[in-house]
């Protein structure tokens, strides 16, 4: 059967596409509800004096800050993956050092800092890393074993 040719209760399926992308785009993601601040909130105050934000790169992906040095990721810290990727690309992207600011809501959190801390280190990876509290202060990074 087709995608064309199934129907739900008389309709295509095509009927159903429209409002439930509006629906998507319009309702925040799950991992979104519970956080202290949203990410914006965090990347307002860090790029406030360390450059611009929502730096379009030429693959036309969005930088969360840069300046002359650097491209920066902003993720919350179960993201922890997710923002090593984003931020060397952006790298890529931008012939900058790529950058990461890890959110850390909780003291638990800082057990994702340790990851993106140990990847850097096991690959070598020209990496920068800061976290900020959820309170958006800069905490000091911990020591990491290989």
């Known amino acids: 059967m087709s995608f064309d040719t199934c129907r739900c209760y008389g309709a295509s399926m095509r009927h159903y596409l429209a409002p439930l992308a509006l629906l ?8 979104a509800a519970g956080h202290e601040h949203p990410e914006r909130w965090y990347q307002e105050r860090w790029c406030s004096t360390r450059g611009e934000m929502e730096v379009v790169m030429p693959d036309k992906t969005r930088a969360d800050c840069a300046n002359a040095t650097h491209v920066v990721e902003f993720d919350f810290g179960v993201k922890w993956g997710e923002s090593i990727g984003q931020s060397l690309n952006y790298g890529v992207q931008a012939g900058k050092r790529p950058g990461i600011v890890l959110i850390l809501e909780k003291p638990s959190h800082m057990r994702y800092l340790r990851r993106v801390l140990r990847v850097r280190a096991e690959y070598n990876l020209p990496l920068d890393i800061w976290a900020v509290d959820k309170d958006g202060q800069e905490l000091p990074l911990p020591r990491v074993r290989r």
């Open 24 to 31: 998507a785009c319009l309702c925040p993601p799950a991992h």
